[in-house]
Structures are given as structure tokens and as C-alpha cells.
């Protein structure tokens, strides 16, 4: 039973005229409600202060408000601000490619609610919800975008909006998967722009950028210069996971 999708589930279900029960994102054993059993939960890594002011690493003690880390330091993005609910590790990367590959759709509502959490300050000072896009391509074979269905969760629950049409992938780029930092960076070089007649609504505003998750940085860096480029006041980066190497405390 475990190896039959959701949507098969459903239907097997409903042959059977009985309701079966969901099973665990991760390790598909049958629940309690949605998304993740106890045992998933507990195994799975939030990010909660004390972190890098910026970046949003989390430190290993507490060195003070605004200190910010020597990656911050030492190579600031573009982006104003990046937060992430949970760190990028083997049951958030279950969770990830499960939504990804619409394996689990129904995940979507908590992932969101995990990011809402951790870009409070984020979207208090926002305008505007901006998802990463994928390029046409890739989202008419995928049917959806795994970015906008997180980034409309974080907006409903904070009144915002959600812009779809203020970044367009303009290049077709190769997956980052197994890419050296540097050649993801070259791989979205110029892969994202803001269309003519989207450039009004970003022009001024103060946006959040999400995705599902910050790996080297490179594309969420590709699309906050095309904002900046087309007017945005400022860009802060939402993500639901992040790469996290241990964070270096200023000396
Ligand atoms: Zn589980």
C-alpha cells in the first residue's frame, strides 16, 4: 500500500468505500491528520534565533543583537534579508522533493506555515509576495510551480499578495543539482527578468522572494539583481530549507 501515490490511494479508497489513512511525508508510515508523524517531526531541524541578522545562519550562542556573520560580511548578497523555516537535511529534502514532484501536494499548507513563522519579519515590512519561476517549460511538464503554491500560503496568512507575472525565467537553465558554486552562479546569469509590463508593480515595492530552498544562494541572487534592476525597493528571500554550514562568529 505505501508504494501506491496519493492520488491512487484516493481512488482505491474510495472503491473500497472507506477512508484510508494518510500516510508520513517521509517515511509513509499512516498518520494522524496530514504531513509529518512524530517521529518526522522531531527529526526535522527549525531555525530559530540566535542567527545572522541577515543571512539567517544560526549561530551556536548568542553574540548580541545585529551581529552579523563573516559570510555576511565577507560576501553580502543582494538580498536584503534570507529566513528559512528548517535546515536542508535528509527529512527536509524528503519533504521537498515530495512537494516538488507533486507527489504531495497536501504538504504545501504546512511547509507554508513553517516559512510563514520564520519570515515574520520579513513580511510585516512587505508589499508584495514575488515566487521563483520556473521556466515555462519545466512547469507545463510539472503542471505547478512548488515555489508559488509556498509563497501563497505565506501570503494568505499575512494579508499579502502574491505577484506571478513580476519574474519570468528568460533562459532555460541546466538543474543546479551537481553544480560547483561558481557554475550555479554562471548557469542563472541573466536567466531571470521582470516583463515590460510588470516592471509597475515591482517599481517602488518592497518585495519577498520565495523558494523552496537556498542551496549556494545563486538563483535567489539572479532574480533579487533582476528586481533591484526593475525599480524594487528592497528584497528579502524567504525559503522553507537552507544549506547550513556552521555559521562563523565575527572575532
Ligand atoms: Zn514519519
Known amino acids: 500500500m505505501a508504494r501506491l501515490t496519493d492520488a491512487a490511494r484516493t481512488i482505491f479508497g474510495l472503491a473500497l468505500g472507506v477512508a484510508l489513512p494518510q500516510l508520513c511525508a517521509a517515511c509513509r508510515e499512516p498518520v494522524e491528520g496530514a504531513g509529518l508523524c512524530a517521529a518526522c517531526w522531531s527529526k526535522l531541524s527549525f531555525i530559530a534565533p540566535p542567527y545572522c541578522e541577515r543571512l539567517g545562519i544560526p549561530f551556536p550562542f548568542d553574540p548580541g543583537p545585529g551581529i552579523l556573520s563573516m559570510e555576511a560580511i565577507a560576501d553580502p548578497p543582494a538580498y536584503g534579508r534570507a529566513r528559512a523555516a528548517v535546515r536542508f537535511d535528509e527529512t527536509a529534502r524528503v519533504l521537498v522533493h515530495a512537494l516538488k514532484y507533486g507527489d504531495r501536494l497536501d504538504l504545501a499548507p504546512i ?141
Open 111 to 251: 511547509m507554508g506555515r513553517w516559512m510563514a513563522n520564520a519570515g515574520r519579519e520579513l513580511t510585516r515590512e512587505a508589499d508584495l509576495m514575488v515566487p521563483v519561476p520556473l521556466h515555462w517549460r519545466r512547469q507545463w511538464a510539472r503542471r505547478f510551480n512548488q515555489s508559488a503554491l509556498l509563497a501563497e500560503v505565506v501570503a494568505k496568512a499575512n494579508g499579502l499578495r502574491v505577484s506571478y507575472g513580476a519574474l519570468k525565467r528568460v533562459k532555460a537553465t541546466a538543474q543546479q543539482v551537481g553544480l560547483a558554486r561558481s557554475e550555479r552562479a554562471l548557469n542563472v546569469q541573466g536567466a531571470f527578468g521582470v516583463p515590460a509590463h510588470a516592471r509597475a508593480k515591482v517599481a517602488g515595492r518592497r518585495l519577498v522572494l520565495v523558494d523552496d530552498v537556498l542551496t549556494s544562494g545563486a538563483t535567489l541572487e539572479a532574480c533579487t539583481r533582476a528586481l533591484l534592476r526593475a525599480g524594487a525597493a528592497g528584497v528579502d528571500v524567504l525559503v522553507f530549507a537552507r544549506v547550513v554550514a556552521p555559521a562563523r562568529v565575527p572575532i
